[in-house]
Nanobody, 122 residues
Framework: QVQLVESGGGSVQAGGSLRLSCAAS????????MGWFRQAPGKEREKVAL???????YVADSVQGRFTISRGNAENTLYLQMNSLKPEDTAMYYC????????????????WGQGTQVTVSA
């Protein structure tokens, strides 16, 4: 029943910035774990940045210092601020939510968005 819709993707040159948004509907997810994931062609899906039920935040080493995950003021939204983008950041970015923090970490979340494409050129 829960729907997640990502937006904000696009094409940008290396060093540029993008802000991704994830809007949830059908349920209140303010107490759920949520996260951003990405997948490039021919590569496995990987965790980018997560926020657990406790509020603990995980950020992948590859984006540390460049990406920031946050919840919106309305709490049913999730953002990913991406700065200093690199060509290796090029991927489809997905938002996910689950009542279980373990499921978010294991990438077995019950609910996923459709994805938004991010392309970074050199």
């Amino acid at each position: 029943q829960v729907q997640l819709v990502e937006s904000g993707g696009g094409s940008v040159q290396a060093g540029g910035s993008l802000r991704l948004s994830c809007a949830a509907s059908g349920a209140t997810v303010s107490t759920w774990a949520m996260g951003w994931f990405r997948q490039a062609p021919g590569k496995e899906r990987e965790k980018v940045a997560l926020v657990y039920r406790s509020g603990y935040i995980y950020v992948a080493d590859s984006v540390q210092g460049r990406f920031t995950i946050s919840r919106g003021n309305a709490e049913n939204t999730l953002y990913l601020q991406m700065n200093s983008l690199k060509p290796e950041d090029t991927a489809m970015y997905y938002c996910a939510a689950d009542p279980s923090s373990d499921a978010i970490w294991r990438m077995t979340s019950r609910y996923w968005g459709q994805g938004t494409q991010v392309t970074v050129s050199a």
